[in-house]
């Protein structure tokens, strides 16, 4: 059985292969490490076309619920220090929920954890994920709409 150097020197025998990290062509490489860079090499299965449309979506649905309410958030807090006076209890119990949850799950998914166990849901499951994160972004944004009219 070839060793992991063996395989590694095989493959890149023949093959025109980029540095991953700086784009030096690896081709007869005679160690585990590129020449270039000096940053070690492994020889591994990948995915040809990783997943990540869904994941992004699902990721910018979250951000920019969590951005709009921090942000709104934030001047509140701003403009109440400074004119003394706060927000309506109505109005802080949308933005601050909105802004620690929505907040919390971009952080989680946005984990190598976290897209690990998005890519493991089915397709028709990541689609819902993906739905589910915009619809939680437009429907704080119409409680926020609400609870200050």
Not at 62 to 72: D, E, P, T
Not at 100 to 124: E, H, K, M, N, V
Request: glycine share 12%; with cysteine.
């Amino acid at each position: 059985m070839l060793a992991d150097t063996d395989r590694l020197r095989e493959y890149l025998a023949e093959r025109d292969e980029p540095c991953p990290s700086c784009g030096y062509n690896l081709r007869g490489l005679a160690g585990q490490a590129c020449p270039e860079c000096g940053l070690g090499l492994t020889l591994r299965v990948g995915l040809t076309e990783p997943a990540t449309g869904a994941l992004i979506a699902t990721i910018v649905g979250l951000a920019v619920g969590a951005g709009w309410s921090g942000s709104i958030t934030a001047l509140y807090v701003v403009f109440s220090l400074g004119h003394g006076g706060w927000a309506s209890f109505w109005e802080w119990s949308v933005l601050v929920p909105t802004f620690l949850f929505l907040g919390t799950l971009t952080a989680l998914l946005g984990s190598r954890a976290g897209r690990s166990w998005f890519r493991r849901r089915s397709q028709d499951k990541r689609a819902l994920l993906v739905v589910a994160a915009w619809t939680a972004t437009v429907v704080s944004l119409i409680l926020f709409a609400i609870s200050v009219v």
